[in-house]
C-alpha cells in the first residue's frame, strides 16, 4: 500500500520590469530563491491524502480542483477518494499558518456509487458557513456540505447533483449561494443551490456542442469558458447563477512555436479585479519521441498575445506541461510540470515549476523548481487558484510515489490527433475528456 503525503510550498514574489519589446525567449530577469518545503502532518495508516489508486493518475485532471483555498477564513481544504476502498471520499483541512490538521475520514461513503474526480469548494465566511466539497459519479454525482463550519467535522448527507458521467465543478457566489457547472462530454450545464444544498435554485444548460476549458468565481463574476472544434474560444458570465450573459468570443492570439502545434491542458482563474487569465500548454506535432517539446503560456486579455511562462527557465526542446494558474490581489501564480534532466524515463519524474506574476498576469518572472532537492518521485500537482496574499504564498498538492507504465501511455496519445484549421494556423486538439478516463478509471 502507497501512503502519499500533502507538502504545502510557499513562494516568495517579487517585482519585474520588461523592455517594451519583448523576445520572450531572452527574457533575462533575476531568479527567486526557494522556500523549503513544510510537511504539515504524516498521516497514520491507512489513511492517505492522494489517492484510491495507489498513483499520481487522480489528480490528472484539469477539470478536477481537489485543493482550495480560502483567504476570507484563511484555509486550505483537500478531498481526496480513499485508498482502501475505493469510491469514498476524505476531506483535509488545514489552516493557512498550517499550524494543525484536521482529517475527516469517509465523508461520502458512495451513497450515491463511488465518487469520481472530486473538487474541494473551498466556500463559507468567518460567519462559519461553509465548506463543501464535490464529485463526479459512476452513477450520480454529488455534493456534500459542511454545516458545522471549517474544522468542525460535521457534514451532512450529500445532494446529488450530476448524473452518471459527468464531471461536477463548484464554486461559491459572492452571494453564498454555490454555483456548479456540469460538463458531460460536449455538453456544459448548470446548477445553482443555497449554501445549506436544501433544493436547487436554478438549473440549465449553459452551452452544447463545445468543450470545457475552464471555470472560476472572483471579483463577484463566474466564468465559464470553452471551446469548439476549430479552437475558437468563448465565455459566458453570470453574477447570480440565474442571469446569464449572451455568449462572448475569447480573441485567443495563439502562439505559433511549432508547425503542428497542439494545445493539450487547459485552465483559467479570475483576477480579483474580476478578469480572466487562461493557461495551456503547447505541444510540437512533430516530436514522436519522448520528451516532447512543448511550452506553457498565459493569456491574460482577449486580442493580446499570449505570454509564453516557461521560456524563461526551459531550453527550446524541454517538455513543459500540465499547467494550473492562481490568482490574489494583482498577483497570479503558474505551476507546471517538467521532466528532471529532460530523461527518456523521466515522466516517472516530473520536477514542479512556479512563476509569478505582479501585475495580473501581463509580465512574468523566473521559474523556480519547487521539487529539486526531493529524493523520491513526486507525482502530478495541483493548485489552488486562491494565492495566500497575506503571506505570499501558493497551495499545492500532490502524491509522493508513481507506478511506472506512463511512458507507454503517453506516447499512445500521439495516436488520437486530429487535424485542425485555426486562424490560418494549423493546430491540433487532443479531446481530454478520453484521455483523462484512460487515465483516471
Not at 484536521?102 to 451513497?111: L, N
Not at 435554485?201 to 469558458?225: P, Q, R, T
Not at 494549423?426 to 487515465?439: G, I, L, P
Request: glycine share 10%.
Amino acid at each position: 500500500m502507497r501512503v502519499y503525503l500533502l507538502f504545502l510550498f510557499a513562494g516568495f514574489m517579487y517585482a519585474i520590469t520588461l523592455p517594451a519589446n519583448i523576445d520572450k525567449a531572452k527574457i533575462d530577469v533575476e531568479s527567486s530563491l526557494t522556500h523549503p518545503a513544510q510537511i504539515v502532518s504524516r498521516l497514520p495508516q491507512p489513511a492517505t491524502v492522494i489517492d484510491s489508486s495507489g498513483n499520481g493518475y487522480t489528480l490528472w485532471t484539469q477539470v478536477q480542483e481537489c485543493i482550495g483555498y480560502n483567504p476570507i477564513v484563511d484555509a486550505i481544504q483537500i478531498v481526496n477518494r480513499a485508498f482502501s476502498d475505493v469510491g469514498i471520499l476524505n476531506v483535509h483541512q488545514v489552516p493557512g499558518d498550517l499550524s494543525y490538521w484536521v482529517h475527516d475520514d469517509s465523508v461520502y461513503k458512495k451513497e450515491f456509487g463511488g465518487a469520481r474526480y472530486p473538487n474541494s469548494i473551498a466556500s463559507g465566511d468567518t460567519s462559519g458557513n461553509g465548506p463543501h466539497i464535490c464529485f463526479g459519479g459512476v452513477t450520480f454525482g454529488g455534493a456534500v456540505y459542511e454545516y458545522g463550519g471549517w474544522f468542525s467535522s460535521l457534514w451532512d448527507m450529500p445532494v446529488e447533483i450530476g448524473s452518471s458521467g459527468t464531471r461536477v465543478i463548484g464554486k461559491q457566489l459572492s452571494n453564498g449561494n454555490i454555483l456548479f457547472i456540469i460538463v458531460g462530454g460536449n455538453l456544459i450545464g448548470y446548477i445553482l443551490y443555497p449554501p445549506d444544498l436544501s433544493g436547487p435554485l436554478n438549473s440549465g444548460i449553459l452551452v452544447s456542442g463545445m468543450y470545457y476549458w475552464g471555470y472560476d468565481i472572483n471579483g463577484g463574476i463566474a466564468y465559464v469558458f470553452y471551446y469548439d472544434s476549430g479552437l475558437n474560444i468563448y465565455y459566458k458570465t453570470t453574477t447570480n447563477g440565474i442571469i446569464w450573459s449572451s455568449q462572448q468570443t475569447y480573441n485567443m492570439v495563439w502562439p505559433n512555436p511549432y508547425s503542428q502545434n497542439i494545445i493539450f491542458w487547459t485552465q483559467m482563474a479570475v483576477t480579483d479585479a474580476g478578469n480572466p487569465l487562461l493557461v495551456f500548454d503547447n505541444w510540437n506535432g512533430d516530436d514522436n519521441t519522448y520528451p516532447y517539446y512543448s511550452k506553457v503560456y498565459v493569456s491574460y486579455a482577449s486580442g493580446q498575445p499570449c505570454v509564453e511562462v516557461s521560456s524563461t527557465f526551459a531550453a527550446p526542446d524541454t517538455e513543459c506541461y500540465y499547467p494550473t494558474i492562481a490568482t490574489g490581489g494583482n498577483k497570479a501564480a503558474v505551476l507546471y510540470c517538467m521532466p528532471r534532466n529532460n530523461e527518456p524515463d523521466s515522466l516517472n519524474w516530473w520536477d514542479f515549476y512556479v512563476v509569478w506574476s505582479t501585475d495580473n498576469g501581463q509580465t512574468w518572472g523566473t521559474p523556480v523548481n519547487y521539487t529539486q532537492s526531493l529524493t523520491y518521485r513526486p507525482g502530478l500537482p495541483q493548485l489552488a487558484k486562491r494565492i495566500d496574499t497575506l503571506r505570499n504564498r501558493v497551495y499545492y498538492v500532490y502524491g509522493v510515489d508513481m507506478i511506472r507504465n506512463m511512458l507507454t501511455q503517453n506516447q499512445n496519445w500521439t495516436s488520437s490527433k486530429s487535424k485542425l484549421d485555426s486562424n490560418s494556423l494549423k493546430f491540433q486538439v487532443k479531446y481530454r475528456e478520453s484521455v483523462q478516463k484512460s487515465k483516471l478509471d
